[in-house]
């Protein structure tokens, strides 16, 4: 028994030293925290990395730009995709002295989170939180977002259907915000006969591709809208194309990317895929910049809304550096005007919401991907 | 003999007959109502519109399983087993019926299309996906007696130890080979050998290091089910920080997966037109479609499944460890004494439980991608399963697997169909809780499950053969095969290839048992070693609770048994975490009190739901592990009721809607009693967890369930919170606003003092009531039941008034939740976030006493504030504990290229580590960290930091012993008490 008394009293020594170095206090004055809310547990927890990477690009380049002025630092909370959960890391982040929290992806835990940070007097910018819900929220103005709702995208997608001779529609949507939102929103502005309409919950495991596939086929449908993220987005099709079915299939920006090919075994499933995503700010470079910083460091494949965090973060060191000391959410209803990010043009209206500026439409021949259209609210389809 | 008879008559004929009549009546009636818009519930004017239809469709629904009912109860012997055995198909009639009914008197139409090769095949997939968790459930349960949560992070091991395989040098050339046409068998045969290996030995670890220890202290299930939690908590986390939460598929052949690499089967198409029907008729065949294509990985994983369940049931029959499994899950004393070895049976268990499951793990990987959050999402259907097969049997689980998979698979164009003619494309999200709507329907009607009328049934058959003895003891006994001249030359020369087909399998067994025997004994002394260093590792995560009690034990010599022992022992704790509170770093005044307010509101919220589950469990013996059922219907009905009426709300005022919601809840809980009371412990938890589930599913698939935006997205957002119009735009405001505060922190404090007024409260009633009479009588039903209605207590109205009790707390705790987060979102209820933290709670802070749900709910909620501040470190060296995670970063790394890396390749750390750039990920490391609290918190003291004080009546000559006088005063009254329960 002695010996293990003795071997306790090590191990509290160490534990106390390791807690006295780890309070030990350093910084100067021109140390800037933002926090960031990742989904790094839960059930969208496969895309944190990519937000992260997203995050880590931005912080790398702020630093290099305000070199000797500013010293960035990012503080990464876990949202956990869950109110009560991002509540928590929210005062954790605000508690370590962050004076912005960029986030976070799931509607649910940026609503919860903003109960905590706006009682404290800190602004959020959402990159991924598409629900109406945000718009509406009580946060006194502290909530900002990044990502346009829903609503517009689904009057795009429509637009694009039509183009592409679509009469009788399925419509496969998640059962999240996100592909509820856009589900809803396109069937109600379909003005045609909607094949059929099936929701699904995105986690694997619980939702089996080929059942949605063979709905498709048994509803007799000639096109697809899929509203899904990369991996179930990626199995949806295989499924599609083991069945057999040759029909027109358009996505929107959960799979409008070049990486979404990653998530394929067979790379054959993907050709011939149209897909909508929010269409960059017209002479800027910052979204092929930003692409390539992104692969320079590594980032994650089949992420989501790197762009978005990317924007977000800037968006919000920018606002600081524009008032250091003054009241942040004027500075960054100041700084969000026409800033041209690598998701879109942003400019914040009195919801703190953007509007976007169009979408680009993008298809994959093979698996080269390119974009040659857009679509506006106001010209509606045209060539890039 | 006359007396008999008239008690026979008065306790079958009677009730059978009012019930019919019931039955018929509820039934005509939502008949009517639906078709003619007239009776009692359609011509009430109670209900409207989309409510209208949704009560009619129930009414007939249940009125269906009533008649359902009558037919089960009342069938003789002979024809009941298959009568329970053919209920899901009854089931399904009826829901059918429903579904026409209701869809042609809302004068629509819906068409459902049934792919009759897709179902089947479907099914098939599904049960086996099911399967390869619940065999390993069952056979646990089976033998240890417990539900193990780690089973489903167990497929998981062997899923990744499939990817690992596929990322090693020998085996990354096969599987990325250029597609050639041809499949290479390697790679996948290997990966199941070594994943049932692998977890196999891990499953072994588990059990060496936590249920022993358990077992030797005598533990209850419930507590070996929490250990069991925290160590899947644990090995989800080692796995996330290991292969980090991206999602991989294991590509065993690039050919493997091509979507061409299906085998094409025949199928027809069957569409069900329901509703109005001018010109089609209710059915049409066509066989004119395309072949449906079953993918090779899919094939491989169901014949995988069933060739290890038909090992399994030839082990358990066959084999002597089988004989000695049965033995021992049979009656374990009786085993021991006969000479069977335990341990060393419940090691077997272990190991066999968790290779198959790892098989299946490894056979799975092929078709889903891979994350480890996966296992989560199988591990609550695969309860469905074992439940529905009756716990721990094996041809049970089999047919249960068959049945859920099957249903699933039938559910979803129904649900498509039928959704899209409702206004309710989200409705096939039912599809997921399809198995547990199932459940809870089967348990009404038949509350032992589908295995044990089976069972019933193959003892019977058993019975007769043996009562006439011609009959032959082996089907396939060569002898007796050969005297038979009926059977045919083909069929008896079949017959005797399974025959001898059989003997090889047995044959190969006992060389298989030879093998593990042989390999157990070389890993043994490696094991050992290992053993050791974790027993290590166990000692340093056990030390400050180990200082803690010690001190508290030394230092104040406490007495948890007696009253005034648990108050002191409570007062420590609660100021131990309180300093711990104090300790923990911000940056402002204003920040920290936002955080005390929050920690004390969340203390409110969990305490409360563990006051429910404590008074549910730990006082009337119910395990509930739907705790969170109740806080959903709290917060639901709050959110609903109070949210504005131009976005769905109902606009009410938000302390109405908290008392509507109580008695909601409440009255849901009373109601729950009745069909329940037939049930056993572990049934009646699944049902309450399987109510959670579809409480989810709903706030997600259900439009009605949806307020506080014009577009009605998912979530119940926008609703008024109590005195949050008195608080804002007055005095408080101004007074706020000259202190600099920002709008809305004056309201967290508000909420958090309202948390604490409600936990004390309700704390009073409770100990009130525990300490009454009535409290006693609840002790003694979870004592015994039989007793206590010995004694002429009504046990099933003081369940029933118990768990409306609680739930009404619980819903309190709802709606407390629901004012703290400012919205309602489906995930809120996930049950691992949730349900399983408040067990957590209540089985470390200790089960029957109220103190101890304070400290357990105290605990939880600081663990998860304490490891954020470590989480959040790595951002900034300005940070606390920045320097520990730089440390752990450094360890971390050397532990996966240095040490791991002498089994895995460099590949699989580039593939998760990207630039070889090895960091650890800290919420991760957090989660596994709450995962050891709770493992050590009970092999420390299985009975929790405050244990229940036993009320014991007081000697009457010890009188300076001075318990506080709010259990018993002393004998008499006591006594006088008792005796007017028993009126």
């Given at each position: 028994m ?6 306790r009293?090590?191990?509290i020594s ?11 206090v350093f910084?100067?004055s021109?140390?800037v925290?933002?926090?960031?809310l990742s989904?790094?547990t ?5 895309y944190?990395?990519g937000?992260?990477?997203a995050?880590?690009?931005?912080i790398s380049?702020?630093n ?6 500013y010293k960035?630092e990012l503080i ?12 928590t890391?929210a005062?954790t982040?605000i ?8 986030g976070a992806?799931c509607s ?5 989170a ?13 990159y991924?939180s598409t ?5 509406t ?6 909530l900002f ?6 609503a517009q ?6 637009a ?5 001779g679509?009469?009788?529609p399925?419509?496969l949507?998640m ?6 939102g ?6 109600a502005n379909?003005?045609g006969d909607?094949?059929?309409q099936?929701g699904?919950?995105?986690a ?5 591709a080929s ?7 048994d509803?007799g449908?000639d096109?697809?809208?899929?509203m899904?993220?990369?991996?179930d ?6 499924a599609?194309?083991a069945?057999g079915f ?6 929107a920006?959960?799979?409008a990317d070049a990486?979404f090919?990653?998530?394929?075994t067979d790379?054959?499933?993907?050709s ?5 995503r929010?269409?960059p700010?017209?002479?800027s470079s910052a979204?092929?910049?930003?692409e390539?910083?992104?692969a ?5 494949d089949?992420a989501?809304?790197?762009g978005?965090?990317?924007?977000a973060?800037?968006l919000a060191?920018?606002a600081i550096v ?7 959410v004027n500075?960054l209803?100041?700084?969000?005007v026409n800033y041209?990010?690598a ?5 914040f209206?009195a919801?703190?919401?953007?509007l976007?500026t169009?979408?680009?439409v993008c ?6 991907f390119?974009?040659?259209?857009i ?8 060539t890039? | 003999?006359p ?10 004929k009677?009730p ?16 009517v109502g639906?078709?003619y818009?007239?009776?009692l519930?359609a011509?009430s ?34 024809w009941?087993?298959?009568?329970i ?8 009639l009826?829901a059918?019926l ?8 809302l004068n629509?139409s819906?068409?459902?299309?049934f792919n009759l090769s897709s179902i089947?095949?479907?099914?098939l997939?599904w049960s ?8 390993g459930?069952t056979l646990?349960?089976k033998?240890?007696?417990?539900a193990n949560f ?7 091991v062997?899923s ?6 596929m990322?090693?040098?020998?085996f990354f ?6 597609q ?5 068998w390697?790679?996948l045969?290997?990966a199941?050998i ?5 977890t196999?030995f891990?499953g072994?670890?588990i059990d060496?290091?936590?249920f022993r220890?358990?077992?030797r202290?005598m ?5 070996m ?6 160590v899947?908590m644990?090995?989800r986390a080692i796995?996330f ?14 050919d493997?997966?091509?979507?061409t690499?299906t085998?094409?089967?025949p199928?027809g198409l069957?569409?069900?037109?329901l509703g ?5 008729p209710?059915?049409?065949?066509s066989?004119?479609v395309?072949p449906?294509?079953?993918?090779y990985?899919k094939?491989?994983?169901v ?9 399994l ?6 084999t002597r460890?089988?004989?000695q499994?049965r033995?021992?899950a049979d ?6 004494s ?8 419940h090691?077997s268990t ?7 499951a790892?098989?299946g793990?490894?056979?799975?990987a ?7 959050e996966l ?6 259907p695969a ?7 009756s716990?721990?049997s ?5 047919i249960?697997?068959?049945i859920?998979g099957?249903?699933?698979?039938l559910?979803e ?8 003619s409702?206004?309710?494309p ?5 599809a997921?809780?399809?198995p547990?709507?199932f459940?809870?329907g ?6 032992r499950?589908?295995?044990s ?7 019977e058959r ?10 032959p003891?082996?089907p396939?006994?060569d ?9 045919s030359?083909?069929s008896?020369s079949?017959i005797?290839?399974f025959?001898r087909t059989i003997?090889?399998?047995?044959a190969?067994?006992d060389l ?12 043994k002394?490696?094991l050992d070693r290992?053993?050791?260093i974790l027993n290590l ?5 056990n ?7 010690l001190?508290?034990?030394r ?5 948890n048994d007696t009253?005034?022992?648990s108050?002191?022992?409570f ?10 509170v ?7 005044a204003?920040t920290k009190?936002?955080?005390?307010a929050r920690?004390?509101t969340?203390l ?5 739901a ?10 009337t013996g119910?395990t509930?592990?739907g705790?969170?059922?109740?806080v959903g ?14 976005t769905n ?13 109580v008695i909601?809840?409440?009255?849901a809980?009373w109601?729950?009693a ?6 056993r412990?572990?049934?009646f ?6 109510l ?8 997600q698939a259900?439009?009605l369930?949806r307020?506080?935006t014009v577009?009605?997205?998912i ?5 008024a919170?109590p005195f949050e ?9 101004t007074?706020?606003n ?10 967290v404090?508000l909420l958090?003092?309202?948390?604490i007024?409600?936990t004390i409260?309700v704390?009073?009633l409770?100990?009130?009531?525990l300490?009454?009479p009535w409290?006693?009588i609840?002790?003694?039903?979870r004592?015994?039941?039989t007793?206590s209605q010995?004694?002429?207590?009504n046990?099933?109205t003081?369940?029933?008034a118990?768990l409306a009790l ?7 705790a709802g ?15 996930n049950p691992?976030r ?5 067990w957590a709670?209540?089985?470390v802070?200790?089960r029957g006493n109220n ?5 357990g709910a ?11 501040v ?5 951002g900034?060296?300005?940070l606390p504990?920045?320097?520990l995670t ?9 532990l996966?290229i240095?040490?791991?890396g002498?089994?895995?390749s ?12 090895v960091l650890?990920?800290?919420p ?6 709450i ?5 050590s ?8 930091l405050?244990p229940e004080v036993p ?15 709010d259990?018993?005063?002393n004998?008499?009254?006591q006594?006088q008490a008792?005796g007017?329960?028993?009126?």
């Amino acid at each position: 028994m002695k010996s293990i008394n003795a071997f306790r009293l090590l191990l509290i020594s160490v534990a106390l030293a390791a807690f006295a170095v780890g309070c030990g206090v350093f910084g100067g004055s021109e140390t800037v925290k933002i926090g960031l809310l990742s989904p790094q547990t839960g059930p969208i927890a496969q895309y944190a990395p990519g937000f992260e990477d997203a995050g880590k690009v931005a912080i790398s380049e702020l630093n290099a730009t305000h070199d000797g002025d500013y010293k960035f630092e990012l503080i990464v909370g876990d949202s956990g995709c869950d109110g009560t959960q991002a509540a928590t890391s929210a005062q954790t982040l605000i508690d370590s002295g962050v004076k912005v929290i960029v986030g976070a992806a799931c509607s649910g835990a940026t609503l919860g989170a903003i109960a905590v940070a706006a009682p404290a007097g800190v602004p959020m910018v959402s990159y991924a939180s598409t629900s109406p819900a945000i718009s509406t929220a009580d946060d006194n103005g502290h909530l900002f977002r990044v990502v346009p709702s829903d609503a517009q995208q689904a009057v795009a997608l429509v637009a694009v259907a039509s183009a592409a001779g679509a009469s009788k529609p399925a419509v496969l949507y998640m059962t999240n915000d996100y592909g509820a939102g856009l589900g809803d929103n396109f069937a109600a502005n379909w003005s045609g006969d909607v094949c059929t309409q099936v929701g699904y919950d995105p986690a694997e495991g619980s939702y089996n591709a080929s059942t949605l596939a063979q709905s498709v086929i048994d509803g007799g449908c000639d096109s697809v809208l899929l509203m899904s993220y990369a991996t179930d987005g990626a199995a949806i099709m295989e499924a599609l194309s083991a069945q057999g079915f040759n029909g027109q299939i358009i996505g929107a920006d959960g799979i409008a990317d070049a990486a979404f090919t990653e998530s394929f075994t067979d790379t054959s499933a993907v050709s011939g895929l149209i897909a909508t995503r929010p269409r960059p700010g017209e002479e800027s470079s910052a979204k092929s910049s930003f692409e390539a910083a992104y692969a320079a460091a590594g980032g994650a494949d089949g992420a989501i809304y790197t762009g978005e965090t990317y924007d977000a973060i800037k968006l919000a060191a920018a606002a600081i550096v524009s008032d250091p000391d003054g009241n942040l959410v004027n500075a960054l209803n100041k700084t969000g005007v026409n800033y041209a990010g690598a998701s879109g043009t942003h400019t914040f209206d009195a919801a703190g919401d953007v509007l976007g500026t169009g979408y680009e439409v993008c298809q994959f021949d093979g698996t080269n991907f390119s974009c040659p259209r857009i679509w506006t609210a106001d010209a509606g389809l045209a060539t890039n | 003999m006359p007396l008999n008879a008239i008690r026979h008559q008065r306790l079958l004929k009677t009730p059978w007959l009012r019930q019919l009549l019931f039955g018929l009546f509820f039934l005509f009636d939502a008949y009517v109502g639906a078709i003619y818009n007239f009776g009692l519930v359609a011509g009430s004017g109670l209900f409207s519109g989309q409510f209208k239809w949704i009560v009619l469709s129930a009414e007939m629904m249940a009125s269906g399983l009533i008649l359902i009912r009558i037919v089960v109860n009342q069938a003789t012997p002979k024809w009941k087993t298959p009568i329970i055995i053919f209920t899901p198909i009854l089931v399904g009639l009826i829901a059918f019926l429903v579904l026409e009914v209701l869809i042609s008197g809302l004068n629509r139409s819906a068409t459902i299309n049934f792919n009759l090769s897709s179902i089947l095949l479907s099914g098939l997939y599904w049960s086996a996906v099911y399967l390869s968790i619940a065999i390993g459930l069952t056979l646990t349960y089976k033998v240890q007696r417990f539900a193990n949560f780690a089973q489903a992070e167990m497929m998981l091991v062997g899923s990744y130890v499939a990817l690992t395989l596929m990322w090693s040098d020998t085996f990354f050339s096969i599987s990325d080979a250029p597609q050639d046409g041809s499949i290479n068998w390697t790679l996948l045969i290997w990966a199941s050998i070594c994943a049932f290996i692998v977890t196999r030995f891990t499953g072994l670890l588990i059990d060496h290091l936590v249920f022993r220890r358990l077992r030797r202290k005598m533990a209850t299930p419930q507590v070996m089910m929490i250990a069991s939690l925290g160590v899947s908590m644990v090995l989800r986390a080692i796995l996330f920080m290991r292969f980090s939460a991206s999602t991989f598929r294991f590509v065993p052949d690039r050919d493997w997966r091509l979507s061409t690499s299906t085998i094409d089967i025949p199928t027809g198409l069957l569409n069900l037109n329901l509703g109005d029907r001018v010109a089609t008729p209710l059915m049409e065949y066509s066989a004119n479609v395309n072949p449906y294509g079953f993918a090779y990985s899919k094939i491989a994983l169901v014949f995988g499944i069933f060739a290890a369940i038909i090992f399994l049931i030839l082990l358990l029959q066959k084999t002597r460890l089988g004989r000695q499994m049965r033995a021992v899950a049979d009656n374990p004393d009786l085993a021991a004494s006969s000479g069977i070895h335990l341990e060393h049976v419940h090691r077997s268990t272990s190991f066999l439980s968790a290779g198959i499951a790892g098989l299946g793990g490894s056979l799975l990987a092929g078709i889903l991608p891979i994350n480890p959050e996966l296992g989560l999402m199988l591990l609550l259907p695969a309860f469905a399963v074992i439940v529905l097969g009756s716990i721990g049997s094996i041809p049970g689980v089999l047919i249960g697997g068959l049945i859920v998979g099957l249903l699933r698979a039938l559910s979803e164009p129904v649900l498509i169909g039928a959704g899209n003619s409702l206004d309710r494309p989200t409705a096939s999200g039912f599809a997921e809780v399809m198995p547990f709507i199932f459940l809870v329907g089967l348990l009404m009607l038949a509350p032992r499950g589908i295995g044990s009328a089976i069972e019933s049934w193959n003892i019977e058959r058993i019975r007769k053969r043996r009562m006439n003895e011609t009959a032959p003891s082996f089907p396939f006994d060569d002898e007796d095969l050969q005297a038979s001249s009926k059977i045919s030359q083909e069929s008896k020369s079949l017959i005797d290839y399974f025959g001898r087909t059989i003997k090889k399998i047995e044959a190969s067994i006992d060389l298989s048992k030879g093998f593990i025997a042989l390999s157990w004994n070389f890993l043994k002394q490696y094991l050992d070693r290992a053993l050791k260093i974790l027993n290590l590792l166990f000692a340093i995560i056990n030390f400050p609770f180990s200082t803690m009690k010690l001190h508290t034990g030394r230092l104040l010599k406490v007495k948890n048994d007696t009253e005034r022992g648990s108050w002191t022992l409570f007062i420590i704790l609660f100021l131990v975490l309180f300093i711990i509170v104090l300790l923990l770093p911000s940056v402002s005044a204003l920040t920290k009190t936002l955080q005390v307010a929050r920690i004390f509101t969340l203390l409110g919220i969990f305490g409360l739901a563990a006051f429910s589950l404590n008074l549910h469990t730990g006082i009337t013996g119910m395990t509930n592990f739907g705790v969170i059922f109740f806080v959903g219907i709290g917060a639901v009905v709050v959110g609903l009721l109070s949210a504005p009426v131009e976005t769905n709300g109902y606009g009410w005022n938000p302390w109405v809607a908290t008392i509507v919601a109580v008695i909601i809840a409440a009255v849901a809980g009373w109601l729950l009693a009745y069909p329940t009371a037939r049930l056993r412990m572990d049934y009646f938890a699944i049902l309450t967890i399987s109510l959670a589930e579809m409480l989810r599913i709903s706030l997600q698939a259900e439009p009605l369930l949806r307020a506080g935006t014009v577009t009605s997205g998912i979530g119940i957002s926008q609703f008024a919170r109590p005195f949050e119009g008195w608080w804002k735009g007055s005095p408080s405001e101004t007074v706020g606003n000259l202190l600099g505060l920002p709008a809305g922190a004056p309201y967290v404090i508000l909420l958090a003092s309202m948390a604490i007024i409600f936990t004390i409260l309700v704390w009073y009633l409770l100990n009130t009531l525990l300490s009454s009479p009535w409290g006693r009588i609840l002790r003694s039903i979870r004592e015994d039941e039989t007793v206590s209605q010995h004694h002429g207590h009504n046990v099933l109205t003081h369940k029933a008034a118990s768990l409306a009790l609680g739930a009404a707390i619980a819903a309190l705790a709802g709606a407390l939740w629901a004012w703290l987060n400012t919205n309602i979102w489906p995930d809120f209820m996930n049950p691992v976030r949730t349900t399983f933290l408040i067990w957590a709670a209540y089985i470390v802070g200790g089960r029957g006493n109220n103190r101890g749900m304070i400290i357990g709910a105290f605990i939880i909620v600081i663990v998860e504030f304490v490891f954020n501040v470590m989480v959040v470190s790595r951002g900034s060296a300005s940070l606390p504990f920045h320097g520990l995670t730089s440390f752990l970063d450094s360890v971390f790394s050397w532990l996966i290229i240095n040490v791991g890396g002498l089994v895995w390749s460099e590949r699989s750390i580039n593939e998760i580590f990207a630039h070889g750039n090895v960091l650890l990920s800290l919420p991760h490391l957090k989660l596994a960290l709450i995962g050891l609290v709770i493992i050590s918190a009970l092999l420390m003291s299985s009975r929790g930091l405050i244990p229940e004080v036993p009320s014991r009546p007081k000697r009457p000559t010890v009188i300076e012993d001075s318990s506080p006088p709010d259990t018993y005063e002393n004998v008499q009254p006591q006594l006088q008490a008792f005796g007017d329960e028993g009126k």
